[in-house]
């Protein structure tokens, strides 16, 4: 059975030597802080309390349940100190059971004391841990098994980390001894398995080179010490005693002298290591007292405040950072009470720069004093991480908003694709609906007339005119869907040649003349003496000019004038169409090219379908130029065509 040790202190030494001896004996010992004391309910749960020097008699009172405690502990302090001494004195009468350790006792002679206060003697065997040794190495494997075998010790080997946590699996392992190879972790890994079986599992590694072990990571894990091959057998079980007290500690006193002295050497060595990390570590680490007086900084502080060691320790925390950091750092200290750490954010301004700063702070015990340690991390990197997350994270709300204004365009387009097809194919099947009705009517009273005795010649031939006019009104409607689709599809022929421009427009002129004398509309053209070439579809640009002058002389007065003008821009030909008739509203200027689209002032009374211009821009497309329209500033519409013309 384990037995229980406290150990109440006040920072000093001898307490530290009391525990290490201690723990060699198989002791399982808590370590407190004398401010600590009133957190204890009961003391005489403990097999042996030990008691230092330097504790108020204030805490007698609390001290007083151990005065028949049979395994009582006072280290007493140095002869020189007298305030010290009448404290102790006062102790020592308070609990006259205590048995007094002095300092100047060797390790030697308190070992065999706390033998005696444990009443460890020759028929009090001491359990061997269960040891695991893993190694890839079958020879040194075997050495070293034989080696521990010998030593009276349980041992289990395994030739890799699966083997090992198998033999774990089926043995309660007390103690991990592992090859540690270059850039390997499995022997950490295969360590912090065995912990999650048993808590209480220690390890002791053995390499080659000190650096090829991440000291930190180990300590972290609870690697509790390091061999440097070559080893031989001693140093192992040196490594090993120090680790777990065996019953060979308790049956060679001297060796077990020799072992503390190795132990105070590691621990020696241990500090060094710390030492250099505190003095090293890139992060800065300050110590300071309550009242913010700065007590120590390492290297990293000299760096990060760019001045000495010496102007850090004549300087105050509280005047380092801005009024806000300081501000809150107070507050945090005043709010501490029962906790013992927390994080505060803090600003350093030097040289016109800001430096953002994160410290965790501990509440420590500094010789007897209230004091506090810190850890700065500069996150400059992480503030500006921040600011490009935040920056990123407005340009994708923007992304996102700007996304969205497109989908909701895309939808309120697609709607009104939706509303002028719905209307295309309102007016598709008037358009059709009316030829149709009007072939089948005056086809129905030719057939009548037939059917008398008397036929009027006249009145069939005005029936079989109507007829024709439908006939050729449908089959306009039907070649005009025909070339939208064949131009969607991308099969509509295209076959260019070099034309007289002035040539084609005249022969569209021509083309509708007949609708114009109806109406008694006149056509003004204004165009080159000279023939103009230009590289075109004969066929489609003629259909282009058709259809835009039957459009002006429909929506025309009667007795209105068109006027037709070619004009040479260069590298451009324009031809301008300008009539005297309804007009477009500015807002339908460029929707009336689109399919399915009519103007709202000529969509109903005038007829069509609004398949004219549409095909208009793509045959136009189909010369590379541009087809536009513009409100005239009296009356009507003027309609623009742009060709390129090719000079070479």
Same mark, same amino acid.
């Given at each position: 059975m384990?037995?229980?040790?406290?150990?109440?202190?006040?920072?000093?030494?001898?307490?530290?030597?009391?525990?290490?001896?201690?723990?060699?004996?198989?002791?399982?010992?808590?370590?407190?802080?004398?401010?600590?004391?009133?957190?204890?309910?009961?003391?005489?749960?403990?097999?042996?309390?030990?008691?230092?020097?330097?504790?108020?008699?204030?805490?007698?009172?609390?001290?007083?349940?151990?005065?028949?405690?049979?395994?009582?502990?006072?280290?007493?302090?140095?002869?020189?100190?007298?305030?010290q001494?009448?404290?102790?004195?006062?102790?020592?009468?308070?609990?006259?059971n205590?048995?007094?350790?002095?300092?100047?006792f060797?390790?030697?002679?308190?070992?065999?004391?706390l033998?005696?206060?444990?009443?460890?003697?020759?028929?009090?065997?001491?359990?061997?841990?269960?040891?695991?040794?893993?190694?890839?190495?079958?020879?040194?494997?075997?050495?070293?098994?034989?080696?521990?075998?010998?030593?009276?010790?349980?041992?289990?080997?395994?030739?890799?980390?699966?083997?090992?946590?198998?033999?774990?699996?089926?043995?309660?392992?007390?103690?991990?001894?592992?090859?540690?190879?270059?850039?390997?972790?499995?022997?950490?890994?295969?360590?912090?398995?065995?912990?999650?079986?048993?808590?209480?599992?220690?390890?002791?590694?053995?390499?080659?080179?000190?650096?090829?072990?991440?000291m930190?990571?180990?300590?972290?894990?609870?690697?509790?010490?390091?061999?440097? $091959?070559?080893?031989?057998?001693?140093?192992?079980?040196?490594s090993?005693?120090?680790?777990?007290?065996?019953?060979?500690?308790?049956?060679?006193?001297?060796?077990?002298?020799?072992?503390?002295?190795?132990?105070?050497?590691?621990?020696?060595?241990?500090?060094?290591?710390?030492?250099?990390?505190?003095?090293?570590?890139?992060?800065?680490?300050?110590?300071?007292?309550?009242?913010?007086?700065?007590?120590?900084?390492?290297?990293?502080?000299?760096?990060?405040?760019?001045? $000495?060691?010496?102007?850090?320790?004549?300087?105050?925390i509280?005047?380092?950072?801005?009024?806000?950091?300081?501000?809150?750092?107070?507050q945090?200290?005043?709010? *501490?009470?029962?906790?013992?750490?927390?994080?505060?954010?803090?600003?350093?301004?030097?040289?016109n720069?800001?430096?953002?700063?994160?410290?965790?702070?501990?509440?420590?015990?500094?010789?007897?004093?209230?004091?506090?340690?810190?850890?700065?991390?500069?996150?400059?990197?992480?503030?500006?991480?921040?600011?490009?997350?935040?920056?990123?994270?407005?340009?994708?709300?923007?992304?996102?908003?700007?996304?969205?204004?497109?989908?909701?365009?895309?939808?309120?387009?697609?709607?009104?694709a939706?509303?002028?097809?719905?209307?295309?194919?309102a007016?598709?099947?008037?358009?059709?609906?009316?030829?149709?009705? $009007?072939?089948?009517?005056?086809?129905?009273?030719?057939?009548?007339?037939?059917?008398?005795?008397?036929?009027?010649?006249?009145?069939?031939?005005?029936?079989?005119?109507r007829?024709?006019?439908?006939?050729?009104?449908?089959?306009?409607?039907?070649?005009?869907?025909?070339?939208?689709?064949k131009?969607?599809?991308?099969?509509?022929?295209?076959?260019?040649?070099?034309?007289?421009?002035?040539?084609?427009?005249?022969?569209?002129?021509?083309?509708?003349?007949? $609708?114009?004398?109806?109406?008694?509309?006149?056509?003004?053209?204004?165009?080159?003496?000279?023939?103009?070439?230009?590289?075109?579809?004969?066929?489609?640009?003629?259909?282009?000019?058709?259809?835009?002058?039957?459009?002006?002389?429909?929506?025309?007065?009667?007795?209105?004038?068109?006027?037709?003008?070619?004009?040479?821009?260069?590298?451009?030909?324009?031809?301008?169409?300008?009539?005297?008739?309804?007009?477009?509203?500015?807002?339908?200027?460029?929707?009336?090219?689109?399919?399915?689209?009519?103007?709202?002032?000529?969509?109903?009374?005038?007829?069509?379908?609004?398949?004219? *211009?549409?095909?208009?821009?793509?045959f136009?497309?189909?010369?590379?130029?541009?087809?536009?329209?513009?409100?005239?500033?009296?009356a009507?519409?003027?309609?623009?065509?742009?060709?390129?013309?090719d000079?070479?």
């Open positions: 384990t037995n229980k040790v406290l150990i109440i202190d006040s920072n000093s030494v001898l307490a530290m030597r009391i525990k290490v001896l201690f723990e060699l004996l198989g002791g399982e010992v808590e370590h407190i802080h004398y401010r600590m004391l009133e957190q204890l309910d009961d003391l005489t749960k403990y097999n042996a309390v030990a008691i230092a020097n330097g504790i108020p008699d204030t805490c007698l009172e609390k001290l007083a349940t151990l005065r028949h405690h049979d395994k009582l502990i006072l280290l007493a302090p140095k002869p020189d100190n007298a305030q001494l009448s404290i102790f004195s006062q102790f020592n009468k308070a609990l006259p205590g048995i007094v350790v002095y300092p100047f060797s390790n030697k002679e308190i070992t065999n004391l033998e005696r206060v444990f009443e460890i003697g020759s028929e009090h065997r001491l359990i061997l841990p269960t040891v695991l040794l893993v190694d890839h190495s079958l020879s040194r494997l075997a050495d070293l098994a034989s080696s521990l075998s010998g030593a009276q010790l349980q041992v289990y080997t395994a030739e890799s980390s699966f083997a090992g946590i198998t033999q774990a699996q089926h043995q309660n392992i007390d103690l991990l001894i592992a090859a540690f190879e270059p850039h390997d972790k499995s022997a950490l890994d295969l360590f912090s398995q065995l912990k999650s079986i048993n808590a209480g599992t220690r390890c002791l590694l053995y390499t080659e080179k000190a650096d090829q072990i991440d930190l990571e180990a300590i972290r894990l609870g690697v509790e010490d390091v061999l440097i $091959s070559p080893f031989d057998d001693g140093d192992l079980l040196k090993l005693h120090k680790l777990w007290q065996t019953e060979v500690l308790k049956r060679h006193n001297q060796e077990l002298v020799e072992r503390l002295q190795d132990t105070v050497d590691a621990l020696i060595e241990r500090d060094s290591l710390l030492r250099v990390i505190y003095k090293h570590t890139p992060d800065s680490i300050m110590l300071f007292s309550r009242n913010g007086n700065i007590i120590e900084g390492n290297d990293a502080c000299v760096e990060l405040f760019q001045c $000495s060691q010496e102007q850090i320790c004549s300087r105050s509280f005047e380092i950072f801005d009024d806000e950091s300081v501000e809150k750092l107070k945090q200290i005043q709010d *501490l009470k029962g906790k013992r750490s927390f994080d505060c954010e803090l600003l350093l301004t030097h040289e720069k800001d430096i953002p700063l994160m410290g965790t702070f501990h509440e420590i015990d500094h010789h007897g004093e209230l004091a506090f340690s810190v850890i700065l991390k500069n996150v400059t990197h992480l503030k500006k991480r921040q600011q490009v997350l935040e920056e990123a994270k407005e340009v994708l709300e923007a992304e996102v908003q700007a996304r969205t204004a497109q989908l909701q365009k895309a939808k309120e387009a697609a709607e009104a939706n509303v002028s097809k719905s209307e295309f194919l007016n598709m099947s008037h358009e059709l609906r009316t030829p149709m009705h $009007s072939i089948l009517s005056f086809a129905r009273f030719g057939i009548d007339k037939l059917a008398g005795d008397d036929v009027p010649l006249d009145k069939l031939g005005k029936y079989l005119s007829i024709e006019t439908s006939g050729e009104r449908l089959l306009l409607l039907l070649n005009n869907l025909l070339d939208l689709s131009l969607d599809a991308g099969r509509f022929p295209f076959n260019p040649s070099l034309q007289d421009l002035c040539t084609t427009v005249k022969t569209g002129i021509d083309d509708v003349s007949g $609708s114009a004398l109806a109406k008694q509309i006149q056509f003004k053209l204004s165009a080159p003496i000279e023939p103009f070439m230009v590289v075109c579809d004969p066929e489609q640009m003629n259909q282009v000019i058709r259809n835009i002058l039957g459009n002006a002389v429909k929506f025309s007065p009667e007795k209105a004038i068109v006027f037709i003008s070619i004009k040479d821009l260069g590298n451009l030909v324009k031809i301008e169409i300008r009539d005297q008739g309804v007009g477009i509203p500015n807002d339908e200027l460029d929707q009336i090219f689109s399919k399915f689209v009519q103007s709202s002032t000529t969509n109903s009374g005038a007829g069509g379908t609004g398949l004219g *211009l549409a095909i208009c821009k793509e136009v497309l189909l010369h590379k130029g541009r087809i536009y329209a513009t409100n005239n500033d009296d009507g519409v003027t309609m623009h065509i742009e060709l390129p013309v000079k070479q």
